[in-house]
C-alpha cells in the first residue's frame, strides 16, 4: 500500500512561517510528481504548489507565489512545503498528493494518492 503521511501544521501568527512535510511510503509507490493541496472551511480542495519527482519543473498557485516553496528530498522519499509570510486566508487543511504520471498537474482528480491532511491556522 501507498502511504502518505502529511506534518508539521499548526497555529502560527500572521506572518509568520512554517514547514510540512510529506513521508511517501509503500512498496507500490512510483511517483513522478508530487503537489500540494488546501482546502479551507466551507470551500473546494485547491491546488498550492507542484514539484517533479527529479526536484525540478516547480509549479504555484498565484495566491502563494513568491510566499511558498516546495521542494523534494528523494534519499528521505520526503516532500516539503516551506510556508513564509503566511496570511489569515491560508488558514486550511493542507493535503499532500501523489501522482503516477509526467507532467506537473494542478487539478485534484490527476493524482492518484493522497494524504490524510495537516491543519495550518494563521492567527491575525
Known amino acids: 500500500q501507498v502511504q502518505l503521511v502529511e506534518s508539521g501544521g499548526g497555529l502560527v501568527q500572521a506572518g509568520g512561517s512554517l514547514r510540512l512535510s510529506c513521508a511517501a511510503s509503500?512498496?507500490?509507490?512510483?511517483?513522478?510528481?508530487m503537489g500540494w493541496f488546501r482546502q479551507a472551511p466551507g470551500k473546494e480542495r485547491e491546488f498550492v504548489a507542484t514539484i517533479h519527482w527529479s526536484g525540478g519543473s516547480a509549479y504555484y498557485a498565484d495566491s502563494v507565489k513568491d510566499r511558498f516553496t516546495i521542494s523534494r528530498d528523494n534519499a528521505k522519499n520526503t516532500t516539503y512545503l516551506q510556508m513564509n509570510t503566511l496570511k489569515v486566508e491560508d488558514t486550511a487543511v493542507y493535503y499532500c498528493?501523489?501522482?503516477?504520471?509526467?507532467?506537473?498537474?494542478?487539478?485534484?482528480?490527476?493524482?492518484?494518492?493522497w494524504g490524510q491532511g495537516t491543519q495550518v491556522t494563521v492567527s491575525s
Open positions: 509503500g512498496r507500490d509507490f512510483n511517483a513522478r510528481v
Open positions: 498528493a501523489a501522482r503516477r504520471r509526467v507532467p506537473i498537474a494542478t487539478m485534484a482528480r490527476e493524482y492518484d494518492y
